[in-house]
């Protein structure tokens, strides 16, 4: 079992496999942390209530922050794992490609696909540090570690930062056209996709992208414009 686990990942399916899962962990991911994010409109109160309920999930049972570290260990190696099928796969295509297409339409389609997925994936990287070392280790964040959760997130795009607010949205709208394509090629990948079932997988992905994508996006916006405060 050893042997045979490596042998199917080193294969184009088995990677395409692993990369349709763990892109479905992701997807999972951003969901539920739009979902939580998005009690902001909500209030002070209940956004730091749900920020201190994450770091307390299973208290008394396991310690403070238990579940939390092992659900960023199962993403950080998801995220990992997804990278990392996302370049072999593309290597494995250049080199039995290398010849480009003469269709011009079909390179041209293919193409926009590898830059969405490629830069996209490179800029979406750079987000995810930042991100992190603002809200996660606050050394970027204005309000620093002192604040709470409500004062850090409304701090960050104060209408005075407003190009913190420009350049998280141009962020969020690769992680939408990243999710577009990606969730449709999980479709496929997994073998769901069939003449009838294309149009219905299709509005799916993008229904799926859209509203992960203006969700993220309506928190900063929302700030900015001081409709939150």
């Known amino acids: ?53 994450l770091r307390t999930i299973g208290e008394p049972a396991v310690p403070r922050r238990t579940v939390l570290t092992l659900l960023e260990v199962v993403l950080a190696v998801s995220v990992v794992l997804h990278m990392w099928s996302a ?12 010849v480009k297409y003469q269709s011009k339409k079909k390179s041209h389609a293919q193409g926009y696909a590898v830059r969405t997925m490629r830069y996209g994936g490179v800029i979406i990287a750079l987000y995810v540090v930042w991100h992190l070392l603002d809200l996660t280790f606050f050394v970027v ?43 449709w090629s999980a479709f496929q990948t997994l073998g769901l996709r069939s003449p009838r079932s ?25 700030i900015t414009f001081g409709w939150v405060s």
């Open 1 to 53: 079992m050893a042997i045979a686990i490596p042998a199917i990942y080193r294969s184009t399916v088995g990677k395409k496999a692993v990369m349709a899962v763990t892109g479905g962990v992701l997807v999972l991911f951003l969901i539920t942390h739009m979902l939580g994010n998005l009690k902001i409109f909500m209030g002070a109160e209940d956004f730091n209530h749900y920020a201190h309920w």
């Open 87 to 98: 370049v072999s796969l593309a290597r494995r295509a250049s080199a039995a490609r290398p």
């Open 141 to 183: 964040n204005p309000k620093g570690a002192d604040a709470t959760p409500y004062e850090r997130l409304v701090a960050d795009f104060d209408p005075s930062r407003w190009y913190i607010t420009v350049w998280y949205v141009f962020a969020v709208l690769l992680v939408g056209l990243h999710l577009n394509h990606g969730i």
């Open 198 to 222: 294309h149009n219905a997988l299709r509005g799916l992905a993008a229904t799926v992208a859209v509203l992960i994508t203006l969700g993220f996006i309506a928190i900063p916006v929302s």
